[in-house]
């Protein structure tokens, strides 16, 4: 039997395929192979085949040279520019306004064949606090709604460079993913008087079916309305609408946990494609007491097909039990 399950933040429905049940060697794997890249112009020692950086933690050595750890600069290739002006206009029922906000590349390491999975705790959480700062730096430019901190780990994820790289877009609207997340969170929060996440967080960790690892600080779980297999979330224990106030310590714990959770989809995943993304409550708007950032990762295992486009809902293969259960049991 197949289970029609609603997601208790955005009533969002899914269905868990029981009947076309997959485990993990049932999928078709796409593992990520990262091919030396002589011209890579993330590199160290390539510095100036990149724009100029707009941040770097660094041993040694000046800006736009090599000692650095982590770099940020701005993407070659905007989709959106941060000249000008937002120049919002009407045409009857059509809205427009000029593609202005911010795209830039946090380059993770000066190493070519390095991964969040196999980086050091303390490199993963230069990377986590890099794209803080950078946050903290953008969203004072009142144009900017919203800054959405993702990566794409694999060409079938997106990635048109095998460098290790993360990006962040400032963006001049609240995407709807994110005001779908908000909206339920604030409805949970006006009958309840209590943030849905943290709800989630209490009774997951009560429940533990679907709880996959925890630390002082975070805990890791799959939702229990996953749209895909293996889907993760992470989120810190304690209530904080805003991923660039988190404190350094539960940017270290993300670091830790990040890095267990990526290590062991590697081990039952052999490598997979993933999206990852950090979900943070809409700048400029009030919703400190019902919003509470988290981290999504979304190992690429399935396409989105028809049914999808057509409805907006996702036929999941795995049940989010069976999935916590198999990443729990493996070590990171
Ligand atoms: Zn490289
Ligand atoms: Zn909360
Ligand atoms: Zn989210």
Not at 112 to 131: G, I, K, N
Not at 204 to 223: F, K, N, Q, S
Request: hydrophobic share 40%; net charge neutral; proline share 8%.
């Amino acid at each position: 039997m197949s289970e029609l399950r609603k997601d208790p933040i955005t009533g969002r429905w899914v269905i868990i395929s029981t009947d076309r049940r997959k485990r993990p060697h049932d999928f078709r794997l796409e593992s990520v192979q990262i091919l030396p890249d002589p011209s890579c112009p993330f590199c160290e020692g390539h510095e100036l085949m990149t724009p100029r950086e707009i941040l770097s933690y660094r041993q040694q050595g000046s800006p736009n040279l090599p000692g650095w750890d982590v770099r940020v600069i701005p993407n070659q290739f905007p989709v959106l520019r941060v000249e000008g002006t937002l120049d919002r206009q009407g045409e009857g029922l059509f809205d427009r306004m000029n593609g202005i906000g911010a795209h830039e590349v946090v380059i993770e390491s000066p190493r070519h064949d390095d991964s969040l999975a196999t980086m050091s705790e303390a490199a993963v959480e230069q990377v986590l606090w890099a794209c803080r700062e950078r946050v903290r730096d953008l969203k004072q430019d009142r144009r900017f709604r919203y800054i959405i901190i993702f990566k794409n780990h694999g060409t079938a994820a997106g990635s048109s460079l095998d460098h290790p790289h993360s990006q962040l877009i400032a963006l001049p609207i609240v995407p709807r993913e994110v005001r779908d997340e908000v909206e339920g969170a604030r409805a949970h929060y006006v009958v309840k008087e209590r943030c849905v996440f943290c709800d989630v967080i209490r009774q997951e960790t009560a429940d533990g079916r679907r709880l996959i690892a925890e630390t002082a600080d975070m805990v890791a779980l799959a939702p229990y309305a996953p749209r895909f297999p293996f889907e993760t979330w992470i989120f810190p224990r304690r209530h904080e609408a805003l991923f660039e106030d988190a404190p350094r310590q539960e940017i270290a714990s993300l670091a830790r946990l990040l890095g267990d959770m990526l290590r062991r989809m590697n081990r039952v995943l052999r490598n997979p494609p993933y999206n990852l993304l950090i979900h943070s409550a809409p700048l400029a708007e009030p919703s400190g007491d019902f919003y509470h950032w988290h981290v999504e990762i979304i190992p690429k295992l399935t396409k989105v097909a028809g049914f999808e486009w057509a409805t907006g809902f996702y036929v999941n293969p795995t049940s989010p039990e069976e999935a916590s259960q198999v990443l729990r049991d493996v070590r990171g």
